[in-house]
T-cell receptor, first 114, second 118 residues
Framework: AQSVTQLGSHVSVSEGALVLLRCNYS??????LFWYVQYPNQGLQLLLK??????LVKGINGFEAEFKKSETSFHLTKPSAHMRDAAEYFC????????????FGKGTTLSVSS | NAGVTQTPKFQVLKTGQSMTLQCAQD?????MYWYRQDPGMGLRLIYY???????DKGEVPNGYNVSRLNKREFSLRLESAAPSQTSVYFC?????????????????FGAGSRLTVL
């Protein structure tokens, strides 16, 4: 069965600092991997996705993630945090079959201080 | 630009009451999903419908029923609400596409429905 583990339920950084949100996955087949962001009182928005085309994936708002098969990881990074990046971030995995639901991690709340 | 529309946005129920959460999408997607979100638990899949006419249980289906009314609409029903069903519910839809740089089952989410059961 597929699963996702997000290390750290809460990450705090200063504005301008590096953001690193960790995600490890477990999958018996080559996975599709996603990062979603949820701003307060809103639904989830797609940040980026890995579909095997390239191991380094660039998303919206300056975020990127690198797929490392040997480490079963898909960590999310951003070189310089902005106040507007404060949100909850979810890593998710899919088998990539038609109609297959995403399996989500428990989420990491990112706080950004000035 | 509607995407996925959920109603109602807020609902308060008493234990034992029933209600239906409605979801509709206008993107002609084949697949639809219901998740619940609880603090510290992330999103957990309740039910999903891979295509019109099919439904399947997810991780936490107990206490819920679903109906895929047509390609656009997927409703979630609580027959006898319990306080443990207090949560934020999200509907989502997707269209799987093959090939390099495919959509790879990207889910589009609604804004959520906040349900409180007293």
């Amino acid at each position: 069965a597929q699963s996702v583990t997000q290390l750290g339920s809460h990450v705090s950084v200063s504005e301008g600092a590096l953001v690193l949100l960790r995600c490890n996955y477990s999958s018996s087949v080559p996975p599709y991997l996603f990062w979603y962001v949820q701003y307060p009182n809103q639904g989830l928005q797609l940040l980026l996705k890995y579909t095997s085309a390239a191991t380094l994936v660039k998303g919206i708002n300056g975020f990127e993630a690198e797929f490392k098969k040997s480490e079963t990881s898909f960590h999310l990074t951003k070189p310089s945090a902005h106040m507007r990046d404060a949100a909850e971030y979810f890593c998710a995995v899919s088998e990539g079959q038609a109609g297959t639901a995403l399996i989500f991690g428990k989420g990491t709340t990112l706080s950004v201080s000035s | 630009n509607a995407g996925v529309t959920q109603t109602p946005k807020f609902q308060v129920l008493k234990t034992g009451q029933s209600m239906t959460l409605q979801c509709a999408q206008d993107m002609n997607h084949n697949s639809m999903y219901w998740y619940r979100q609880d603090p510290g638990m992330g999103l957990r899949l309740i039910y999903y419908s891979a295509s019109e006419g099919t439904t399947d249980k997810g991780e936490v289906p107990n206490g819920y029923n679903v109906s895929r009314l047509n390609k656009r609409e997927f409703s979630l029903r609580l027959e006898s609400a319990a306080p443990s069903q207090t949560s934020v519910y999200f509907c989502a839809s997707s269209e799987f596409r093959q090939g390099v740089n495919s959509g790879a089952n990207v889910l589009t989410f609604g804004a959520g429905s906040r349900l409180t059961v007293l």
